[in-house]
Antibody, heavy 122, light 107 residues
Framework: QAQLVESGGGVVQPGGSLRLSCAAS????????IHWVRQAPGKGLEWVAF????????YYADSVKGRFTISRDNSRSTVYLQMNSLRTEDTALYYC???????????????WGQGTLVTVSS | DIQMTQSPSTLSASVGDRVTITCRAS??????LAWYQQKPGKAPRLLIY???SLESGVPSRFSGSGSGTEFTLTISSLQPDDFATYYC?????????FGGGTKVEIK
């Protein structure tokens, strides 16, 4: 079964930056896109960003466009989420999730990590 | 963005009940809809994709139907392990969106 492990969360002040990592294993990483999805405490799921299997296309939710950057290093089977100009409303558990179809662009997610918590607070 | 509206937001049911959750899209998404189950402190689990396709390993008591703007998730006979929150997600448009969730509670 595919495995995804997030890291890099923590406490940061408003306006600060943080970089999340998602280390993938047990599947052909270079054939699948990866999503970031977040969940604020006690709230629902919000899709954040997606990177295509080859890294050549990237998509963002309006709420993070211009502040967050998704990237991937296929040699390390890792996806990153660089988060700049953080706001209190970015406080959430951030999940990475594998796209469900080989070489697809933004479909459903069939495997999820356990998440990494980001807290934006002064 | 396409808005996804789930109803009800909370559902109280007993073991053995047939349960139906509805998800409505603000515009036509064809059949590009998935359903997830989430338990407290856990990551979401994919149940259904393409509106009605059952993910491998998911019990057959779960089923999905619908197309266009209206979709349903049905649990034919609710089991103790099914008490959780359920989310729909559309993947038809540039920006993927989730419904607000339906919490299935023990009656």
């Amino acid at each position: 079964q595919a495995q995804l492990v997030e890291s890099g969360g923590g406490v940061v002040q408003p306006g600060g930056s943080l970089r999340l990592s998602c280390a993938a294993s047990r599947f052909t990483f270079t054939s699948y896109g990866i999503h970031w999805v977040r969940q604020a405490p006690g709230k629902g799921l919000e899709w954040v960003a997606f990177v295509r299997y080859d890294g050549n296309e990237k998509y963002y939710a309006d709420s993070v466009k211009g502040r967050f950057t998704i990237s991937r290093d296929n040699s390390r089977s890792t996806v990153y989420l660089q988060m700049n100009s953080l706001r209190t409303e970015d406080t959430a558990l951030y999940y990475c999730a594998k796209d469900g179809v080989v070489r697809a662009i933004r479909v459903y997610s069939d495997y999820w990590g356990q998440g990494t918590l980001v807290t934006v607070s002064s | 963005d396409i808005q996804m509206t789930q109803s009800p937001s909370t559902l109280s049911a007993s073991v053995g009940d047939r349960v139906t959750i509805t998800c409505r899209a603000s515009e036509n998404i064809s059949g590009w809809l998935a359903w997830y189950q989430q338990k407290p402190g856990k990551a979401p689990r994919l149940l259904i994709y393409k509106a009605s396709s059952l993910e491998s390993g998911v019990p057959s008591r779960f089923s999905g139907s619908g197309s266009g703007t209206e979709f349903t998730l049905t649990i034919s006979s609710l089991q103790p392990d099914d008490f959780a929150t359920y989310y729909c997600q559309q993947y038809n448009s540039y920006s993927l969106t989730f419904g607000g969730g339906t919490k299935v509670e023990i009656k």
